[in-house]
């Protein structure tokens, strides 16, 4: 449906911010993961047709988005990483001013869009009084007004409280099983119960490509729990990755990736998948100790 062919964009003289970039994507939830200024937004804007790849091509059900956006543009929706909502249109007037630029013509759809994304019950509210999860959704609304078979989510929940955070995933996951839906994120959890496939980007890089199952498989037997007294565990720190420490009574209970026994009393544990994620170099958490 989706195909990269050796893409790249440069910014300016030498920005490299994505560098040969090769994947094929079909329906189903692709998580998008890397580091502030990994490219994911580069990507996601090429693909949205909002800006040219600087080399290589998308080709979007064999046709090249380059030489005939429309195609692409008339199947996708996008909601981008900064999305705002106009304050003094009520969230239906919203969609239907969204609906006319978009030249979706039936007078119903907005009203289907608020109910797919669970916010019928507030059309008639100005979108300014909204949350910010209820914006995103407006957001997402906004997107699926074309019935799109691509949907393009830019770091989606971001400022979102946990029960917000949780909503969305199910609605990104309900979507997915008939839409390709690429949602970039460096936060793993919001996409790891979702994503039937992860896309790492590093440098502009495409670093690794593979199902969930498959990262965690690759980091089996070099995860590890172990509790150390505090200065143990500050000797430790210098040595191994240490993914998560916290403390307690009984000394810092922490985990740990390493490719043999890290230390005495280590038990090697199953990965989650932030941790075999971190274990690669391909994510990142605050330790809380
Ligand atoms: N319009 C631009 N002009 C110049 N450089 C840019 C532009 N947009 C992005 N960049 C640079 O390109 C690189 C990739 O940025 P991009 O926004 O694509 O990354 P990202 O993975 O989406 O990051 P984040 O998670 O912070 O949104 C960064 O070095 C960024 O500073």
């Known amino acids: 449906m989706l195909e990269m062919r050796k893409v790249g964009k440069i910014y300016g003289k030498n920005v490299v911010a994505v560098d040969d970039v090769k994947l ?75 609906a006319a630029l978009k030249g979706v013509s039936d007078p119903r759809r907005p009203v289907q869009v608020l109910e797919l994304v669970n916010l ?43 029960e917000e955070r949780l909503r969305f995933r199910h609605l990104l996951s309900e979507l997915g099983m008939r839409k390709l839906v690429i949602v970039s994120t460096h936060i793993v959890s919001d996409i790891e119960d979702i994503a039937g496939s992860l896309a790492i980007m590093r440098s502009g890089k495409l670093v690794s490509f593979g199902t969930p199952d498959s990262f965690i498989a690759k980091a089996r037997g070099q995860i590890w729990s172990a509790t150390l007294a505090p200065g143990a565990y500050e000797a430790l720190g210098q040595q191994v ?37 971190m274990a690669q170099r391909y994510a990142v958490r605050e330790l809380a100790a």
Do not use: W
Not at 56 to 84: C, E, M
């Open 241 to 277: 990755k240490v993914l998560q420490a916290k403390r307690g009574a009984a000394g810092v209970a922490v985990r740990i990736a390493h490719p043999s026994v890290p230390c005495g009393g280590a038990v090697a544990v199953e990965p989650t998948l932030e941790e075999s994620l």
């Open 120 to 162: 019928h019950g507030l059309a008639a509210r100005q979108a300014a009084t909204f949350s910010g999860g209820m914006r995103r959704r407006l957001g997402i609304a906004q997107a699926l007004l074309n019935d799109p078979d691509i949907l393009v989510v830019d770091e989606p929940t971001a400022g979102l409280d946990p």
């Open 24 to 98: 094929t994507l079909e329906a189903g939830v692709v998580g998008l993961i890397g580091h502030n200024g990994a490219g994911k937004t580069s990507l996601m804007q090429m693909i949205a047709t909002l800006t040219r790849p600087t080399t290589g091509h998308i080709l979007f059900n064999g046709t090249d988005i380059v030489k005939d956006p429309d195609a692409i543009r008339r199947r996708l929706g996008y909601l981008p990483q900064d999305f705002g909502v106009y304050p003094n249109l009520s969230a239906l007037e919203f969609l239907q001013y969204f």
